[in-house]
């Protein structure tokens, strides 16, 4: 689920043709899910 949380995102901002590159997306979304994980701890 997690892993897919990137391409569902780019998928939907490519079909309101708005232009991330893929390394921001991962940039951003990785340290979330880190951070989500040490704190639910």
Request: without cysteine.
């Amino acid at each position: 689920m997690v892993f897919a949380f990137t391409p569902i995102i780019g998928l939907l901002l490519g079909l309101l043709a708005i232009t991330v590159l893929w390394e921001t997306l991962f940039l951003s979304v990785i340290p979330h899910i880190v951070l989500s994980a040490l704190f639910a701890q």
